[in-house]
């Protein structure tokens, strides 16, 4: 295996959740255009158009947000997570990924947006959480 050198640009992959991310834009998805072009079947491993979870193999991946993400979209991280391994429209795929996942979501009591799916965060390492000063007094107080 050879070993290279990743600039830090190319080490960080960051994603909004918004209701329009998909599980094709985290994980992938058969690519019906390159399937055509190199005249392969649909069964093929090689008409698999990886999403930006696993191209940010040996990086950072974040996800700013995770509540907003819709719950099947959340439960589509589990695997990932735990086994290591992604699925595709039916393709069990074991990729040895690297990948420092970061998650960010404001507290539940500051929002009434979604929630981040329980499954999902029995899985999530740790926790920093923080939280508005007790009062005006204390926010302004000088250390």
């Not at 290279?4 to 690519?31: M, Q």
């Not at 999403?51 to 959340?74: C, K, T, W, Y």
């Not at 998650?103 to 979604?114: H, I, K, M, Q």
Request: glycine share 6%; hydrophobic share 40%; net charge neutral.
């Amino acid at each position: 295996m050879t070993i290279g050198w990743l600039h830090r640009s190319e080490r960080f992959t960051e994603k909004l959740a918004t209701p329009d991310v998909s599980v094709a834009d985290l994980i992938g998805d058969i690519d019906p255009i390159k399937a055509a072009s190199l005249k392969l079947h649909y069964a093929d491993e090689r008409v698999i158009h990886y999403g930006l979870v696993p191209r940010s193999h040996r990086g950072i991946f974040v996800i700013n947000e995770l509540p907003d993400l819709q719950a099947r979209i959340q439960v589509a991280l589990f695997n990932i997570l735990q086994e290591g391994d992604i699925q595709i429209r039916g393709f069990k795929l074991r990729l040895p990924l690297d990948i420092q996942f970061v998650f960010t979501a404001n507290p539940e009591d500051y929002t009434n947006r979604g929630s981040i799916v329980t499954p999902l965060k029995d899985r999530i390492d740790s926790q920093i959480i923080t939280h508005y000063p007790k009062s005006i007094a204390i926010g302004k107080k000088n250390n």
